[in-house]
């Protein structure tokens, strides 16, 4: 009984990775509440994954004895395991803990949601803001009048909420079987766009969106998707500009494609996704150039020297003109693969995808629209943009997994 009541109280804060009860004592905006939840006896894992963990402490040491500084490595180690050794606790879980995470789930998406409106129509109670504060970093009681950004719930930004609000209603679609070919589903799937689109208003959470529902519909119906979609952003800043202009992801798609020289374009998708899109790029590159990376916790130093490579000045980006007056400066990539690449190198990728290509590349999830379409936003979320230390694409891959394979898994 103790421990169900344990388990209860942990899933809803797997759920929640920004929301810290130890605020005072530490500043991360992810608190490991994976760990926290896969502190079991019963967790196994495969020995890839032992092998991938091994190298990246071993890595993380390394960077501790040549700088002197625990900390850093301490933190990078921490943050990659948070984020996927939940994966093998949920694998592994009985039918009752699976049951526990999935009511936690809908318990929190319902509440999330619950707060983001209050947000959105400035009702947040305002003796509740200063305890709010404390628990989460950045929290907003509401959208300021004439901001383009959106809500952010129970997260520190509108990305952060873009993707759980998203995996949530998408799973709980999945699990309920609405699918998007009868009318409640077709209801469900407009409500999820227009949340993303006026409510939370990220663009990342609007991309996310859209992947998933584009690769729902089958192949010959995507262009007839593609071709209602710009119809109605077209009718859309046509006749009510005034209000869709100030949607920061309507913004960000006009800014992009404001000009039509290719390296204008380029360069405006570098300084709409600020850091995002040069951390990731330049990670990339550098990694399959330092077959082992940077080295664990020396982010600092490397993400520098891989920015420069990339031949883009930062005096060209507006990210870090307003911060740095256009120099760069160290920034961990926000994908958690484009990290492992930036700290482990192309070896440590080889070790991540020994761990987790045999779920992302399933015949079975591949076969099966829903999963299908899911696994691809878990794919874009881990590989193209995301959050290093958040659980969340590793929660849904391993909730995905148990459903569809229950116990029949190898882990050699």
């Given amino acids: ?16 990775p920004n929301l810290n009860l130890f605020f005072s004592f530490s500043k991360s905006e992810i608190f490991p509440w994976a760990i926290v939840f896969s502190s079991s006896r019963n967790i196994r894992f495969s020995i890839p994954y032992l092998f991938f963990i091994s190298y990246l402490t071993l890595s993380a040491f390394l960077i501790f004895y040549i700088n002197d500084d625990w900390l850093q490595p301490f933190r990078s180690l921490l943050a990659i395991i948070n984020a996927t050794l939940i994966f093998y606790r949920i694998l592994f879980s009985s039918d009752i803990e699976i049951k ?23 009702l947040f109670p305002i003796s509740l803001v200063e305890y709010m504060n404390a628990l989460i970093p950045r929290f907003r009681p509401n959208i300021p009048i004439n901001d383009i950004r959106g809500v952010s719930s129970l997260f520190s930004e509108p990305a952060y909420y873009a993707y ?13 079987k609405i699918k998007l070919d009868n009318f409640i589903g077709l209801l469900s799937f407009l409500f999820i766009l227009i949340f993303n689109i006026f409510i939370i208003r990220s663009a990342t959470g609007l991309v996310f969106s859209i992947i998933y529902i584009l690769f729902l519909i089958p192949l010959k119906r995507r262009i007839y998707f ?33 000009s039509g020289n290719i390296y204008d374009i380029y360069l405006n998708f570098l300084t709409v996704s600020g850091f995002r899109a040069v951390s990731i790029m330049s990670s990339y590159l550098y990694g399959f150039f330092h077959f082992f990376g940077g080295g664990i916790g020396n ?13 883009i000045p930062a005096n060209k980006i507006s990210y870090y003109v307003i911060l740095n007056n256009g ?14 690449m930036l700290e482990s190198g192309i070896f440590g990728l080889f070790l991540f995808l020994l761990a987790f290509a045999k779920y992302f590349f399933n015949k ?20 193209v943009n995301g959050t290093i230390g958040d659980p969340t694409p590793f929660i849904f891959l391993g909730l995905i997994c148990r459903n569809l394979f229950n116990y029949n898994l190898d882990l050699t």
């Fill in 100 to 122: 526990i995470v999935e009511y936690a789930l809908s318990i929190i998406f319902i509440f999330c949601l619950f707060i983001g409106l209050l947000q959105y129509f400035n």
């Fill in 1 to 16: 009984m103790i421990f169900e009541i344990l388990l209860w109280a942990v899933s809803l804060f797997i759920f929640l």
């Fill in 226 to 258: 593609i071709l209602i979609l710009s119809f109605f952003v077209f009718l859309g800043i046509n006749y009510f500009g005034q209000y869709f202009l100030k949607v920061r992801a309507i913004q960000a798609f006009i800014l992009i494609f404001s």
């Fill in 364 to 383: 079975q999830i591949w076969t099966n629209p829903s999963l299908r379409s899911f696994i691809i936003i878990i794919i874009f979320n881990v590989f």
């Fill in 164 to 176: 759980s609000f998203n995996y949530g209603a998408f799973y709980i679609l999945y699990r309920k």
């Fill in 327 to 340: 120099y760069f400066t160290g920034t961990r990539p926000t994908s958690i693969v484009a990290d492992i």
């Fill in 299 to 311: 982010w600092a130093e490397t993400s520098v020297i891989a920015y420069q490579a990339i031949g």
